[in-house]
């Protein structure tokens, strides 16, 4: 936090919980309020979407397993890179073509009906789906959206032919 002449205090960019510690010559003030700085609103820019695998085997059985999964990790950040922790948004990937996101369970993505899955919000901030592979092989690009807004990086899940 800055100080200010006038006896107030301006944010910096970092979020986070300031303690205000106030003087009077040599004497400190015994209360000490704290201030919190909170994240502003996230930024396609600055927000990020990452795939635990990025290749995946195609599945002819349909059954999850290690080899046809990949974790979808989005976190939303804003303009100074702060990660936004409290779950105020709603995370949707998709459409996918060759697979789905795992749904239907405590802590499991949302199927919208339309191809997308909205993303289950993680208690440090982030938001999860586990990519599941379909039967055929091909590239899936993950597109991950807050709102409407569509977050830059988008990886590729390879989808490749499962064993015969």
Not at 76 to 85: G, I, S, T, V, W
Not at 86 to 115: H, M, R, W, Y
């Amino acid at each position: 936090m800055l100080f200010r002449s006038t006896g107030t205090y301006v944010a910096g960019t970092d979020a986070g919980v300031e303690t205000v510690v106030a003087k009077f010559g040599a004497v400190t003030i015994t209360q000490q309020p704290t201030v919190t700085v909170t994240a502003g609103a996230p930024t396609a820019a600055n927000s990020s979407v990452t795939v635990s695998h990025a290749t995946v085997s195609a599945d002819a059985t349909s059954s999850t397993t290690p080899d046809n999964t990949s974790l979808i990790t989005v976190t939303l950040k804003d303009q100074f890179d702060n990660p936004l922790l409290a779950g105020s948004q709603v995370v949707t990937v998709g459409p996918f073509s060759l697979g789905s996101v795992k749904v239907g369970g405590a802590g499991e993505a949302v199927d919208n009906g339309d191809g997308t899955f909205t993303l289950h919000h993680e208690t440090d901030g982030t938001y999860t789906g586990t990519y599941v592979a379909g039967t055929e092989a091909g590239g899936e690009t993950v597109v991950a959206k807050f709102g409407a807004v569509t977050i830059t990086q988008q990886p590729t899940v390879t989808v490749t032919a499962g064993a015969p």
